[in-house]
């Protein structure tokens, strides 16, 4: 079988993702396999056709399926990616790669699952199905489930994830490539103030986070960017800020490759998700020195982040409280100093990186 020969010249890992379009579980595997992992080699096999809004080094199988159109011939990819990577793991990424490692029984690989949501009761509906029927497998077919945040655990777990097979690793940054501008920032009156999320406003809050800044009393100062996937084309939001009187000062972005450079444009980054598990982009944003505003869910309250600057989800007084405090932040480098130095120390990629090598030395029982 594939995955059943020694491991003394290192372990293969697939790593099976739906698509390496703009997200935060795409971006954290494409950090992971970036990262230096002596005697790891990593493939990646997707499910969905379409191009990588990351830049891979290594090996892409790339699907043929379409997004929310589940298809029996993506079972079989996957028997022929196994087939020609021989792995000994294979590291699925999100719920529908997790049902699909079904078709790996046989392989002689070690499954892990990756889960990068807070909570399931929030998923559409065929995905709450797929996370669902996972519960009901998670005690026999994984060898591990990777959470990605406690909260992320503690949700899925009271959902019927099996207890047994949980752990958590957080996602992994390249503080090389985020990392404060490296010249100061002239003082100025105006606040930049971005978004970086893809449009899905109920669960991000695009909406909520509008009617927040249309009636703040920072508006005047305001500069706004939103950026993500389906910002730079979603009619709705075009016409909501143009309503609110907001569209003259929001500038709008799809999916950027290089968001570092966005970062080092902005001051003030804000988050008003009702779920989040460790969101990627305030990682990034917190690494590069931004002041950071963001709802109180998942794992965001234990970031190390201001208190004060932390706002109850959807409660548009308390954020609005917030956007306050955080703007007070702005231009305080010592501020951002300690969220550097917390964020390097905590989800810097080399460590991360470190400790799913374990885990995969682990779950092969590596001989050496």
């Keep these: 079988m594939p995955g059943s020969e020694g491991t003394r010249g290192g372990i293969r890992v697939l790593h099976l993702i739906p698509h390496l379009a703009q997200g935060g579980a795409e971006a954290a595997l494409a950090a992971l396999v970036a990262a230096p992992q002596p005697r790891i080699e990593h493939a990646v096999c997707t499910m969905i056709t379409g191009p990588s809004h990351f830049d891979l080094a290594q090996p892409i199988l790339r699907g043929s399926g379409r997004q929310g159109s589940p298809s029996p011939a993506l079972a079989l990819h996957l028997r022929r990616a196994l087939w020609k990577v021989r792995p000994h793991v294979l590291h699925c990424w999100m719920y529908h790669a997790n049902l699909l490692s079904l078709a790996s029984v046989g392989f002689g690989v070690r499954i892990l699952w990756s889960i990068h949501s807070e909570r399931p009761d929030v998923l559409k509906r065929m995905t709450r199905w797929a996370s669902a029927t ?152 917190a690494a590069m020195g931004l002041v950071i505003c963001a709802s109180r869910v998942g794992d965001i309250p234990w970031l190390g982040l201001p208190e004060e600057t932390l706002f109850k989800p959807g409660d548009a007084f308390d954020c609005g409280r917030a956007l306050t405090a955080a703007a007070a932040l702005v231009g305080r480098p010592e501020v951002a100093m300690k969220q550097r130095v917390l964020i390097e120390s905590r989800f810097g990629i080399d460590a991360v990186a470190r400790r799913y090598a374990e885990l995969y030395r682990d779950v092969v029982k590596v001989q050496h």
């Design 134 to 285: 996972c519960a009901r497998l998670s005690s026999v077919l994984p060898d591990r489930i990777i959470y990605v945040a406690e909260t992320a655990r503690a949700h899925h777990e009271a959902a019927g994830y099996a207890p047994a097979r949980g752990i958590v690793i957080p996602n992994g940054i390249n503080t090389e490539r985020f990392r404060p501008a490296t010249m100061a920032r002239p003082h100025h009156n105006t606040i930049r103030l971005g978004m970086i999320a893809r449009f899905d406003p109920a669960v991000k809050g695009h909406h909520f986070l509008i009617d927040v800044l249309a009636t703040h009393p920072l508006r005047s100062r305001l500069l706004i960017v939103f950026a993500g996937a389906g910002c730079d084309t979603a009619q709705e939001l075009r016409d909501h800020l143009e309503a609110v009187g907001l569209l003259g000062q929001t500038r709008l972005f799809g999916a950027l490759t290089q968001i570092e450079q966005l970062y080092k444009d902005l001051d003030l980054l804000v988050l008003p998700s009702s779920s989040e598990a460790l969101p990627m982009s305030l990682l990034e944003g």
